[in-house]
């Protein structure tokens, strides 16, 4: 485990730095919607594209990785806009 992970740091840290810019920018625009909107749709395309390339560099890109990606992706939007539009209240 320990190994892997000190394999695939640089790949780490770069996920965790397209996270983290998207958070900020998030928490940066929140009195215009439009444009956190914009915002968390890019933050979900960078982590879907970070994760195809990272598994297509390793020889371990199958559809079912892609597949998870997306879903992930796709069950991350819904909860934002869900709590963006107050469906927490």
Partial sequence: MYQKLQKHFG??????????LGLALILLTSP??????LVILLTIFFYVLWGVLHHLINHELSARI???Y?????LGLSILFFMMTGGLI
């Fill in 70 to 74: 997306v879903l992930i992706g796709a």
């Fill in 11 to 20: 790949y780490y840290l770069s996920l965790m730095a397209i996270l983290g």
């Fill in 32 to 37: 215009n919607i439009k444009l956190q909107s």
């Fill in 66 to 68: 892609m597949i998870e």
